[in-house]
């Protein structure tokens, strides 16, 4: 299972906007600058966040983005189903998971499922506030390449 | 993460071989009939199995498949990726990965493997013997549709 550019930026993203003062809001181009993440690609996974109520946005010349709850309640789950889709498959999804009963192919999605469940429970535990502290990306080490 | 149907069908044809009484070739026409799994699409699938060391292959009319060693020593892991390909994505595959040492970049991928690493702790622990017997598709239940 991959970690897509998509969840990585809205992760980096949400780090970035977890040290920011209290009610400060961050607009997307800085968030943008500050985290080397192309505008119009974040542009849509700052509004998936939203929609996820991870992020509170406000509108206007000086709006922008703020967390809408403490690093604390935001799992590293929830950030990254935001940015890059569930991360449980939709059931029957171009798979033979109907098996009409037959225990074998039961008991073939019984274990994948159960494999699957602990890889998001991992996730689950981890919250936003677990991640190192975000820093500038030129400070201490040596800066990213714009993507 | 899901389970194709390539790697679900790889899982049905080795529990389906396992059952064979112990050295007894069992053809791709026979398999594909009984598991109700097309042909080409099987045929495919069980040269990846070959290749993968699960199966082995015996040629000419006489011949066909059976499993390489005991079901007790093949992972549901092994079949799966034999099946549908690997469950640990090439590093760097297509991601910021790559972070020039930012702490928090190392951080977001370490966790996420870490839920990978125990999705596939949990395919490997189980074994293809764990499945239940394999029995006919028409017994005792309905039998499946033809995919």
Redesign the interface.
């Known amino acids: 299972?991959?970690?897509?550019?998509h969840g990585?930026?809205a992760?980096?993203a949400v780090?970035f906007l977890a040290v920011q003062p209290q009610g400060e809001l961050s607009s997307i181009s800085e968030i943008a600058t500050r985290e080397n993440i192309p505008r119009n690609f974040l542009a849509k996974i700052l509004k998936d966040l939203q929609r996820a109520g991870v992020l509170k946005s406000y509108p206007g010349a000086a709006g922008g983005y703020r967390l809408a709850k403490p690093a604390e309640e935001i799992t590293?789950r929830m950030v990254?189903e935001a940015g890059q889709g569930s991360?449980t498959?939709p059931a029957d999804?171009?798979?033979?998971r109907n098996?009409?009963?037959?225990?074998?192919?039961s008991?073939?999605?019984a274990?994948?499922d159960?494999?699957?469940a602990?890889?998001?429970r991992?996730?689950e535990r981890?919250r936003i506030s677990?991640?190192?502290k975000?820093?500038p990306?030129g400070q201490p080490?040596?800066?990213?390449?714009a993507?």
């Open positions: 299972m991959r970690l897509t550019r990585e930026y992760l980096r780090a590293y990254v991360l498959e999804a171009g798979s033979g098996g009409h009963g037959r225990p074998l192919i008991s073939i999605f274990h994948w159960e494999a699957n602990e890889f998001i991992i996730l981890t677990d991640l190192p975000w820093t990306s080490t040596a800066p990213e390449r993507a």
